[in-house]
T-cell receptor, first 118, second 112 residues
Framework: GAVVSQHPSRVICKSGTSVKIECRSLDFQATTMFWYRQFPKQSLMLMATSNEGSKATYEQGVEKDKFLINHASLTLSTLTVTSAHPEDSSFYIC??????????????FGAGTRLSVL | GQSLEQPSEVTAVEGAIVQINCTYQTSGFYGLSWYQQHDGGAPTFLSYNGLDGLEETGRFSSFLSRSDSYGYLLLQELQMKDSASYFCAVSVSSGSARQLTFGSGTQLTVLP
């Protein structure tokens, strides 16, 4: 199956700093990537849909100035949590879809980034 | 908007069969997917149903009834390693992208 690499796996930072998370599709091109947030024992909540070469589409309630998404190439999307605060502490997961006809309905997930803001 | 309902917890013993149900309400429905997630790990794709009926992949099968807005995941010959959270997710069309909306997850515990 397709591989999505997410880095870093864990970040601990001070309140007020910015954190960048990278999501790469390793063996396929992903015109669309998705960013999710997951709190302990809860479901994955879609934050935004990232489209290569265009602005991301944010879900209702997600601050686009707080969570900056850049999808500069067909294999890389980044999420920057700006001026992070303790309430931003969470598990952030990216996913990507391929354009392969046999896998168009599958999202491949990165391993996630656990962010802890002190 | 979309809403999905699935049981929060299921417990079964090794070797048994377990069925996890999922009902949904959504517009722009394409299909129903199932993902497995172990604690602290990434969700991994298990199965997808775009049409009514049963899809079988090894020990796992998934079923969809579009008219009933209902599906289920069937796990056979349960193993300890199957202990995980299982999420149903609906594929919906949003603009140019096909998004997933996840259910709240079912925590499966497999006992020896």
């Amino acid at each position: 199956g397709a591989v999505v690499s997410q880095h870093p796996s864990r970040v601990i930072c001070k309140s007020g700093t910015s954190v960048k998370i990278e999501c790469r599709s390793l063996d396929f091109q992903a015109t669309t990537m998705f960013w999710y947030r997951q709190f302990p024992k809860q479901s994955l909540m879609l934050m935004a849909t990232s489209n290569e070469g265009s602005k991301a589409t944010y879900e209702q309630g997600v601050e686009k100035d707080k969570f900056l998404i850049n999808h500069a190439s067909l294999t890389l999307s980044t999420l920057t949590v700006t001026s992070a605060h303790p309430e931003d502490s969470s598990f952030y997961i990216c996913s990507a879809r391929t354009n392969r006809p046999t896998a168009k309905n599958i999202q491949y997930f990165g391993a996630g980034t656990r962010l802890s803001v002190l | 908007g979309q809403s999905l309902e699935q049981p929060s917890e299921v417990t079964a013993v090794e070797g048994a069969i377990v069925q996890i149900n999922c009902t949904y309400q959504t517009s722009g429905f394409y299909g129903l997917s199932w993902y497995q997630q172990h604690d602290g790990g990434a969700p991994t794709f298990l199965s997808y149903n775009g049409l009514d009926g049963l899809e079988e992949t090894g020990r796992f099968s998934s079923f969809l009834s579009r008219s009933d807005s209902y599906g289920y995941l069937l796990l056979q010959e349960l193993q300890m390693k199957d202990s995980a959270s299982y999420f149903c997710a609906v594929s919906v069309s949003s603009g140019s992208a096909r998004q997933l909306t996840f259910g709240s997850g079912t925590q499966l515990t497999v006992l020896p």
